[in-house]
């Protein structure tokens, strides 16, 4: 059983910067696939960005791309979200998941999320004016 834990939200200004930690433990030696999705009140859990075998493989969404960046430390189950930039629409819940089975970075950016992705409890960013 692979667990999961986000750290790092707050309340920030807009235009301001805050970093998302989360470390997955429990499973392989090393999780390939890892990444942050978010939820908004009233809104479905949109995927943020991903990460495959230590950042070569990195895919954004369009919302967040040039203003967000995915990290994770080389050969470790632990990534971060860089937010720079924050805007009052990225307030949300944010995820942090992670899914040891995903073998290739394309099948990570499509299918975290699916199956068997394991996900923390959500930390809470709130960016307001």
């Known amino acids: 059983q692979v667990q999961v834990v986000e750290s790092g939200g707050g309340s920030v200004q807009v235009g301001e910067s805050l970093t998302l930690s989360c470390s997955a433990s429990?499973?392989?030696?090393?999780?390939?696939?890892m990444g942050w999705f978010r939820q908004a009140p009233g809104q479905e859990r949109e995927k943020v960005a991903t990460t495959y075998t230590g950042g070569l493989n990195k895919w954004y969404s369009e919302s967040v791309k040039g203003r967000f960046t995915i990290s994770q430390e080389r050969r470790r189950s632990t990534i971060y979200l860089q937010m720079n930039s924050l805007k009052l629409e990225d307030t949300a819940i944010y995820y942090c998941?992670?899914?040891?089975?995903?073998?290739?970075?394309?099948?990570?950016?499509?299918?975290?999320?699916?199956?068997?992705?394991?996900w923390g409890q959500g930390t809470q960013v709130t960016v307001s004016s």
């Open positions: 429990g499973g392989p030696h090393y999780t390939n696939c």
């Open positions: 998941a992670a899914d040891p089975a995903i073998a290739s970075g394309s099948q990570c950016s499509t299918a975290l999320g699916l199956g068997r992705t394991y």
